[in-house]
Structures are given as structure tokens and as C-alpha cells.
């Protein structure tokens, strides 16, 4: 039996360029990765099962929508994979939740059986952040967000906190509601820099269609954090603290003024 874990992803910064000819966006973007997700269990069997259990499992009820069933009919092999899905993150919480999920199944078809060589393709297939959610280390993303680039994370081990008000919030309507405006390239340097500088350009539109996401921010930034940011097209924020003490402080206070929201802590990969 092997477990593993599908980590959240983030959006450290988040640039929309223009819309495609295609319908979709080209995009610029820093990816990072919480040590923190949902869990796979793993185990032998004759042929592919998939089982969802977790707060969030409830939300996953078309077995023939299911990402982790979708990413394992990609990946030849020689015998079948029992997979129990514990979803630990909230859906459509701009958290890469089931890319995450199909990245941990490449992850563990590579180290039973070894992945094709096209598998960047197969994971492209599946979703636009799939690919980086395979590897799940900070990395730059273009175009779709399917071109990465690897940069030296000078952010790995800072504690990070995820808060999410629990409102489900599709892509699609965010990315309806931007005002295509290019507001400039991401910056060049250290993750850190890009981090601080950079922006969320689907911040605006999200709040557009999800006020709370403005309240959650307005509390992350009252906390001690350096930096607190919508991640991808929301509900999900985070903030970046400078130590695991504020970071657990900062948890404990939104949870007491704000027991309904989901929370996750962390640090980053």
C-alpha cells in the first residue's frame, strides 16, 4: 500500500495577458506548492477502482467527471490500482484541487511502473495545471500555464495559511468577468520578488462574483503576514508568514472571528 499526498497549489502571482483566439488565456504565473492536500491510498487490484472519502468528497459525485479516474485511463500498465481519494481541499477553490489529485497519480504510476514519454502531454490533456502539480515545486508557467520553467525557490519552508470561505467559485464565470486589460509581464528575478511584486489579475473579477473573498483578505492582512494574496480564480487566499508562530496566531484569531471558514496550514515546498 503506498500513500500520497496531492499538494495544494497556489498562484504566488497570477498574470492574464490577453485571450487566445482559442477562447483561452495566455497566461504568466508562479506556481507553489503546500505541503498540505488531499491523501491517496493506494493499493494492487484487477482493474481501476476509485473511492472518495474526506470533508470535501461529497462535492465529487460524477464518477464519470472524477480526474483521478481520468488520469489513471492516460497511464498504461500492467495491472489495475485501487485508489481511495481523501479530499482535504475545497472544489473550485482556485487551489488546483484535482489537478493536484492527477498529479499525485502520475507521481505514483511513476514509481511502480515508470511513465511514458509523452507524459507531460497526458498531463496537459487532463488540465492546464496538471503538468506542474506533477513534480509540485515552484515553477513559472506560460502560455496556458502548461509551459514551465524551473526557478530556485528562495520561499521554500515558509509558512503558509489557506482560507477559504467556503464558497465554490468556477473559473469560467472569473475569467468571463475580467476586463482584458493586460496590466503588464510578471517580473524577473527570486521567487520571493516575483511574489512581491507580481499581482492576481483575476483578484478583481472574482471579488466581483464572491465579495467575501475581499473580507478574507482584509483579514489575512490584518494578521502579521508579509504578504496574503488571492490564489488562481479564488475563493482560496493565502498569506506567507515569516514564522510558523505567526502563522499559527494569525489561524487562531480568523478562527474565532470567523469559524465558518475553511482553513489549511502549511509551508511551501
Not at 528562495?154 to 496590466?183: E, H
Amino acid at each position: 500500500m503506498m500513500r500520497e499526498t496531492a499538494y495544494a497549489k497556489i498562484n504566488l502571482a497570477l498574470h492574464v495577458r490577453a485571450r487566445r483566439d482559442d477562447g483561452y488565456h495566455e497566461l504568466e504565473t508562479l506556481f507553489a506548492f503546500v505541503d498540505q492536500g488531499d491523501v491517496l491510498t493506494t493499493s494492487a487490484a484487477k482493474r481501476d477502482e476509485v473511492a472518495v472519502a474526506g470533508e470535501f468528497g461529497t462535492a465529487l459525485t460524477d464518477p464519470f467527471d472524477n480526474i483521478v479516474a481520468k488520469a489513471l485511463g492516460k497511464l498504461p500498465r500492467s495491472n489495475g490500482l485501487r485508489i481511495t481519494l481523501e479530499k482535504n481541499l475545497p472544489v473550485a477553490a482556485g487551489l488546483g484541487g484535482g489537478s493536484a489529485d492527477a498529479g499525485a497519480i502520475f507521481r505514483i504510476v511513476r514509481q511502480m511502473h515508470g511513465l511514458p514519454d509523452d507524459w507531460q502531454d497526458r498531463a496537459a490533456a487532463l488540465g492546464a495545471d496538471v503538468p506542474a502539480c506533477v513534480e509540485s515545486l515552484t515553477c513559472i508557467g506560460r502560455g496556458t500555464g502548461t509551459e514551465l520553467e524551473t526557478i530556485e525557490s528562495d520561499l521554500t519552508g515558509t509558512s503558509v495559511l489557506l482560507v477559504n470561505p467556503r464558497i465554490p467559485l468556477s473559473t469560467g464565470p472569473v475569467f468571463q468577468a475580467w476586463d482584458g486589460k493586460d496590466r503588464g509581464s510578471m517580473p524577473q528575478g527570486t521567487a520571493s520578488l516575483i511574489a512581491k511584486q507580481g499581482r492576481n489579475d483575476l483578484e478583481a473579477p472574482a471579488i466581483s462574483r464572491c465579495p467575501e473573498i475581499a473580507t478574507v483578505l482584509e483579514s489575512l492582512n490584518g494578521t502579521d503576514a508579509f504578504l496574503s494574496r488571492m490564489s488562481g480564480s479564488g475563493a482560496t487566499c493565502f498569506a506567507l508568514y515569516r514564522s510558523h508562530d505567526a502563522m499559527r496566531e494569525a489561524a487562531e484569531k480568523l478562527a474565532f472571528h470567523h469559524p465558518d471558514w475553511w482553513q489549511m496550514a502549511g509551508k511551501l515546498r
